[in-house]
C-alpha cells in the first residue's frame, strides 16, 4: 500500500503501470466507462496475474484511469485515431546485422496511410526520454522491417501529456550485439 507519507512504494508503481496498461490496451479501442473500471473488470484483475489477484486499492484504479484519459484525450491520439489501431503489438524481428532474434512489446502500433507510428507509455513520475533509447531504438528498427513505411515514434510521459522524441541508438546497438567473426 501507501506509506504514511503518501510516496508509492515500488510495488504501488509497479501495479499503477500494469492497470494502466491493461486499461489502455481496451480503451483505445473503444470505450471503457469510468464505472466499469473502478469496479476492477475481470481483464484488469488478469492483467495483474494472480500473486495479485483479489482486492486492490482504489485509489490505485482511480490514478491508472487518469493517467489513461490524459493519452486518449490528448492531441495525438486524436490525430491517430483514423489508423488501424493495434495495442500490444507482438514483434520478432532477425537484424541481419546481427543475426540473432529480438522479440518485444510495442504498447500501441498505429498503422496510418502514409507512416506507422509507434507509441510507447510511462506512467513514472520523473520520465528522462534517454533512459529509454535503446528500448525505443529496437522498436523503431522492428517496425521499419515489419512495416514498409516512414516510422513515427514517441515515448508518451502519461504524468505531463508529453510526446517525447527518442535519439535513434541502433547503430550502437548494432555495434554492441555483432560478434567478432572468428
Same mark, same amino acid.
Given at each position: 500500500?501507501?506509506?504514511?507519507?503518501?510516496?508509492?512504494?515500488?510495488?504501488?508503481?509497479?501495479?499503477?503501470?500494469?492497470?494502466?496498461?491493461?486499461?489502455?490496451?481496451r /480503451? =483505445?479501442?473503444?470505450? &471503457?466507462? !469510468?464505472?466499469?473500471?473502478?469496479?476492477?473488470?475481470?481483464?484488469? #484483475?488478469?492483467?495483474?496475474?494472480?500473486a495479485?489477484?483479489?482486492?486492490?486499492?482504489?485509489?490505485?484504479?482511480?490514478?491508472?484511469?487518469?493517467?489513461?484519459? #490524459?493519452?486518449?484525450?490528448?492531441?495525438?491520439?486524436?490525430?491517430?485515431?483514423?489508423?488501424? *489501431?493495434?495495442? +500490444?503489438?507482438?514483434?520478432?524481428?532477425v537484424?541481419?546485422?546481427?543475426?540473432?532474434?529480438?522479440?518485444?512489446?510495442?504498447?500501441?502500433?498505429?498503422?496510418?496511410?502514409?507512416? &506507422?507510428?509507434?507509441?510507447?507509455?510511462?506512467?513514472?513520475?520523473?520520465?528522462?526520454?534517454?533512459? $529509454? +533509447?535503446? %528500448?525505443?531504438?529496437? $522498436?523503431? /528498427?522492428?517496425? !521499419?522491417?515489419?512495416?514498409?513505411?516512414?516510422?513515427?515514434?514517441?515515448?508518451?510521459?502519461? !504524468?505531463?501529456? *508529453?510526446?517525447?522524441?527518442? =535519439?535513434? !541508438?541502433?547503430p550502437?546497438? =548494432?555495434?554492441?550485439?555483432?560478434?567478432? %567473426? $572468428?
Amino acid at each position: 500500500g501507501h506509506s504514511p507519507t503518501g510516496a508509492e512504494t515500488s510495488e504501488d508503481s509497479s501495479i499503477l503501470g500494469t492497470l494502466t496498461h491493461a486499461l489502455l490496451e481496451r /480503451a =483505445v479501442l473503444g470505450d &471503457v466507462s !469510468r464505472a466499469e473500471w473502478e469496479a476492477f473488470p475481470f481483464w484488469a #484483475e488478469h492483467a495483474l496475474g494472480a500473486a495479485r489477484s483479489g482486492s486492490i486499492d482504489p485509489t490505485l484504479l482511480s490514478e491508472s484511469w487518469d493517467l489513461a484519459q #490524459e493519452f486518449l484525450g490528448s492531441p495525438l491520439f486524436a490525430s491517430l485515431r483514423g489508423g488501424s *489501431i493495434t495495442p +500490444e503489438y507482438p514483434f520478432v524481428f532477425v537484424p541481419p546485422e546481427v543475426g540473432v532474434p529480438i522479440v518485444g512489446t510495442m504498447d500501441l502500433v498505429v498503422e496510418l496511410s502514409d507512416a &506507422v507510428w509507434v507509441i510507447d507509455y510511462k506512467t513514472n513520475r520523473h520520465l528522462d526520454p534517454r533512459e $529509454y +533509447e535503446g %528500448q525505443m531504438s529496437v $522498436y523503431r /528498427a522492428a517496425a !521499419r522491417r515489419l512495416f514498409d513505411k516512414p516510422v513515427e515514434l514517441r515515448l508518451y510521459g502519461l !504524468r505531463d501529456g *508529453i510526446a517525447h522524441d527518442v =535519439v535513434d !541508438r541502433w547503430p550502437e546497438i =548494432v555495434s554492441l550485439l555483432q560478434l567478432p %567473426q $572468428y
